[in-house]
C-alpha cells in the first residue's frame, strides 16, 4: 500500500544542533507540506512543495529549511536547533491543488 | 489569511450519544477536510467536503460553502471516538495549503 513515512518518530537534541526530520511519500504525490503542532496553536504550515526543485515558506518557516530533489522526499533542516523548536512535525501530502491531503504519524522533536 | 473557528472547544458525552462539531470559515474555500487525532496523536483523514453532505457510517459532514461553515455529526458516540477533532480549510489560492482550526476535545465515557 502507498503510504507516507516520517522519521525518526522521537528525537531529542541540544540547543545550536542541525537536526533533519524526513518524510517519504510513495503515492507520487506533487504536493508535499510540513506543519508544527503546538498546545495551543494547532497545525501551522513551515514550508511545502508543489514539485521536484519547488519549495515555498509557509507561516512559520524562520529557522527551517526543506529540499526537493525527487518526488518522494520532503526532508525537514531545522540549522540550529532552539527550544522553541520542540513541537511535533507533521508532513503531508497531496496528489493535486486542490484534492485531499494525507499525513504522516508525526516526528516529537525535543531540543534541550 | 483565513480564519477558521471550530466549536465547542470541548465535549464529554456519555456512550451511545450523539454530538454535532461545528467549523466557521472566514472566506471562500476550494479544500475543506475533518481530521481525528486520536490519543496516539495520528491525524486521521475524515471527510474531504469543501461543499455538500457525506456520510461513513456513524459519521456524517455537511459543508454550506456560501454560508462559510461546516458541520460533523456523530451518531451512538463509541469510546473509541474520544479524542480531537480538526477542521482545516484551504482557500481558493492555494487549496492545499490547509489553514487548520483550534479543535474540539471529545470525551467519551462508558
Known amino acids: 500500500d502507498a503510504e507516507i513515512t516520517q522519521s525518526p518518530r522521537h528525537k531529542i537534541t541540544e540547543t545550536g544542533r542541525q537536526v533533519t526530520l524526513a518524510c517519504h511519500q510513495t503515492w507520487n504525490h506533487n504536493n508535499m507540506f510540513w506543519y508544527r503542532q503546538d498546545l495551543g496553536h494547532g497545525l501551522r504550515l513551515i514550508h511545502y512543495?508543489?514539485?521536484?526543485?519547488?519549495?515555498n515558506k509557509g507561516e512559520v518557516s524562520d529557522g527551517y529549511s526543506v529540499s526537493r530533489s525527487n518526488t518522494e522526499d520532503l526532508p525537514l533542516t531545522l540549522e540550529s536547533a532552539a527550544s522553541s523548536q520542540t513541537s511535533v512535525y507533521f508532513c503531508?501530502?497531496?496528489?493535486?491543488?486542490?484534492?485531499?491531503?494525507?499525513f504522516g504519524e508525526g516526528s516529537r522533536l525535543t531540543v534541550l | 489569511g483565513i480564519q477558521v473557528e471550530q466549536s465547542p472547544p470541548d465535549l464529554i458525552l456519555q456512550e451511545g450519544a450523539n454530538s454535532t462539531l461545528r467549523c466557521n470559515f472566514s472566506d471562500s474555500v476550494n479544500n475543506l477536510q475533518w481530521f481525528h487525532q486520536n490519543p496516539w496523536g495520528q491525524l486521521i483523514n475524515l471527510f474531504y467536503?469543501?461543499?455538500g453532505t457525506k456520510q461513513n457510517g456513524r459519521l456524517s459532514a455537511t459543508t454550506v460553502a456560501t454560508e462559510r461553515y461546516s458541520l460533523l455529526y456523530i451518531s451512538s458516540s463509541q469510546t473509541t471516538d474520544s479524542g480531537v477533532y480538526f477542521c482545516a480549510v484551504g482557500g481558493i489560492q492555494g487549496a492545499q495549503k490547509l489553514v487548520f482550526g483550534q479543535g474540539t476535545r471529545l470525551t467519551i465515557n462508558p
Open positions: 503531508a501530502s497531496g496528489r493535486d491543488r486542490a484534492g485531499e491531503l494525507f
Open positions: 512543495s508543489y514539485g521536484v526543485q519547488d519549495t
Open positions: 467536503i469543501p461543499s
